[in-house]
């Protein structure tokens, strides 16, 4: 599809967004905060009273420093910047429990929102690097879809993390590959990566993208010997630069511990495979699913005597480990991070590892063969929905992997809106759990609620629609996703119900899992389901993915 009457852009600014969102994050300063409140303070003590030698060595607390290197000197920049007041407040001390008051709460809350200043101007730098009036148009949607993000303002501004910058710097990354400026998306990714290593799933992607469209040279001229074109395979001169660039980061990173010896250490941090599969309240993925039909299995078990013996035939299944009580509360109950399972078979890390790695290499190969910069969000998309769905310890806040670049792409085709509304009703509502204080409920519920609504119309207002397709085509699948996305309501509202009534009913209180598996199920059916209806359309409608002329 071309472009029509092409304009020259009009401005577009965040500025105006950037404040209205400042009074609402100013008026959630005191609000509920989750333990990675005291995570983030106790990293702040450590490089404050520790030299660098001994940062990934320190464990008096429980919240030991799990992150690469460049965080913690974040962490030590922000030191900077810390007045007396909060000094003298205790937020600096290395304590087994931090112990702080509001003006310890204000700094942190506050660095949280300045440091989002990165994702802003990130976003504003793509929007204003659109060259026609319609793509800029389209920019702004998703610029301004993204610096709403309910994901955002759920995982950062109440329950407490530094996200927004960091998908600032993927921001910048995606916005460098766009504008064919290989080196700078080489580095804008290495800082990233350096920042936090759960981005390590979209590096895949990256890699191949650089390799194929910076350094590969597939062309064969025939007037030049065999020899000839192996040695031009390879553009060795990008290759050095964009290897100096990573290795350069890398080095600044991780040099001062190499010279410490202090990397086995570090590495334990950043890779505990001894947790488990799930996390204590699964993230909504396959292995939810998994968990949630082995505890089906149980109770068929138990009150379908028919069903006993295939079960021990086929599945193997110990009837004695139904008389473990402590087993059989951690896979009940969703209590303790890792959960066994009594009659499925036990997943291990391997397993995870090669599923991941197998539907990662399968979406790296059409961006191998064609490396556009399509393609290119397409496969970081599908890497991102590969190590959300079958990694191993996967968090429910790693969703927004996902909804981050697929938004660069939904305004690009019309048949991409079904996936994408379904992927980010679901994964948004399935951080919910996330905040459980009444005050918060209403902010997460309305303000998702509303977010979904506007960017509902307004992507359909400015999506590109096909000549093709512009009387057929999605018709049914849309209808469903739709119907899919309107059942959140009840299950916002069921569980919300067992919060209010819970104290008064002593039944509601042993079932305390009950609305979180309502929440990963439900939501874990839809992420599955956008992930299908992605993979169909990038593996199978070529249209897509042409670039546009």
């Known amino acids: 599809m071309t472009e029509k009457n092409p304009q020259r852009t009009k401005p577009y600014l965040l500025l105006n967004i950037w404040g209205v969102l400042l009074a609402l994050k100013a008026l959630l300063l005191i609000g509920y905060h989750s333990t990675d409140f005291d995570v983030h303070r106790n990293w702040l003590a450590i490089t404050h009273n520790l030299p660098v030698a001994q940062w990934y060595l320190e464990k008096t607390s429980q919240w030991t420093l799990d992150y690469p290197p460049l965080f913690a000197y974040y962490e030590c920049f922000l030191l900077y910047l810390v007045p007396k007041l909060v000094r003298d407040d205790g937020a600096l001390a290395i304590v087994e429990k931090g112990l702080y008051s509001l003006p310890t709460v204000f700094f942190q809350r506050l660095s949280v929102v300045l440091s989002e200043v990165v994702l802003f101007l990130a976003l504003q730098w793509y929007v204003s690097s659109a060259k026609l009036n319609q793509a800029a148009t389209r920019a ?174 086929i599945l193997q299944f110990d009837p004695a480990l139904l008389n473990n009580k402590k087993l059989l509360l951690s896979t009940t109950r969703g209590i303790v991070g890792d959960i066994e399972f009594l009659v499925l078979p036990t997943i291990t890390p391997q397993l995870t590892f090669l599923l991941t790695l197998f539907y990662q290499v399968m979406a790296l190969i059409p961006l191998f063969l064609q490396p556009t910069f399509e393609r290119f969000i397409g496969a970081l998309t599908l890497c991102g929905y590969a190590s959300f769905l079958f990694g191993w310890h996967v968090h429910e806040k790693a969703v927004l992997i996902i909804i981050f670049p697929i938004s660069f792409l939904v305004t690009r085709d019309k048949r991409l809106l079904s996936s994408f509304n379904l992927l980010a009703a679901c994964g948004y509502v399935s951080l919910f759990p996330l905040i459980f204080t009444c005050e918060e409920w209403l902010i997460k519920v309305v303000f998702t609620l509303l977010w979904f609504i506007i960017f509902y119309f307004h992507f359909r207002k400015v999506v590109r629609v096909p000549s093709h397709l512009a009387q057929q085509s999605g018709y049914m699948v849309e209808r469903v996703s739709n119907l899919y996305v309107l059942g959140l309501l009840p299950v916002v509202l069921f569980t919300s119900m067992i919060d209010l009534f819970q104290h008064k009913f002593e039944i509601l209180r042993q079932l305390e899992f009950l609305k979180l598996m309502i929440y990963s199920v439900y939501c874990g059916f839809g992420v599955i389901s956008s992930w299908n209806t992605f993979n169909w359309l990038y593996f199978v409608d070529e249209t897509i993915w042409d670039p546009l002329s």
């Open 140 to 313: 702004f949607v998703v610029a301004l879809s993204l610096v709403l993000s309910p994901g955002l303002l759920i995982i950062d501004h109440i329950h407490f993390q530094y996200n927004g910058v960091l998908y600032g710097f993927l921001v910048l990354m995606i916005n460098c590959a766009r504008l064919e400026k290989f080196l700078w998306c080489g580095f804008w990714f290495s800082v990233l990566l350096c920042f936090k290593h759960i981005y390590l799933y979209l590096a895949p992607a990256v890699f191949v993208y650089l390799l194929r469209a910076y350094c590969l040279n597939l062309s064969y001229d025939r007037k030049k010997s065999f020899a000839h074109n192996v040695v031009r395979l390879v553009r060795w001169r990008n290759l050095f630069k964009l290897g100096s660039v990573v290795i350069a980061v890398f080095t600044v990173a991780f040099g001062p511990f190499v010279y410490y010896h202090v990397i086995p250490e570090m590495l334990e941090r950043l890779f505990p495979f001894s947790r488990g599969l799930t996390h204590a309240y699964w993230a909504p993925n396959v292995w939810a699913l998994y968990s949630f039909l082995d505890r089906v299995l149980i109770q068929i078990y138990k009150r379908v005597p028919l069903s006993r013996i295939p079960l021990q035939r």
